[in-house]
Nanobody, 121 residues
Framework: QVQLVESGGGLVQPGGSLRLSCTASGFRLGDFAIGWFRRAPGKERERVSCINSSDGSTDYADSVKGRFTVSRDHAKNTVYLQMNSLKPEDMGTYYC??????????????WGEGTQVTFSS
């Protein structure tokens, strides 16, 4: 029911930065926990980060801790994933998802098209 749209992906050099955006029409993202997932070609989808709606707490996969930051802009009804010091292993398609809380397995939004992060050598 909650339709989310990811954007902001693109071509980046190793060590560079990108900011991904997650938006929705007809829903307030502040009412939901928003998770970020990614999937590289030939690999399983993995959880990257999540931000709760209740207290704004966040969590990150060990592989991105210290490099990625998830945040909200309530006025713009947008959730961001700031990605710094990017590595080739960060390449893949990134998706955002809605939940009642981080750590809950019930996904309220369908998988969207995602936004793709690729690297130049």
């Amino acid at each position: 029911q909650v339709q989310l749209v990811e954007s902001g992906g693109g071509l980046v050099q190793p060590g560079g930065s990108l900011r991904l955006s997650c938006t929705a029409s007809g829903f307030r993202l502040g009412d939901f926990a928003i998770g970020w997932f990614r999937r590289a070609p030939g690999k399983e989808r993995e959880r990257v980060s999540c931000i709760n709606s209740s207290d704004g707490s966040t969590d990150y996969a060990d592989s991105v801790k210290g490099r990625f930051t998830v945040s909200r802009d309530h006025a713009k009804n947008t959730v961001y994933l700031q990605m710094n010091s990017l590595k080739p292993e960060d390449m893949g398609t990134y998706y955002c998802t809605a939940h009642w809380r981080c750590g809950g397995n019930h996904r309220l939004s369908p998988w969207g098209e995602g936004t793709q992060v690729t690297f130049s050598s």
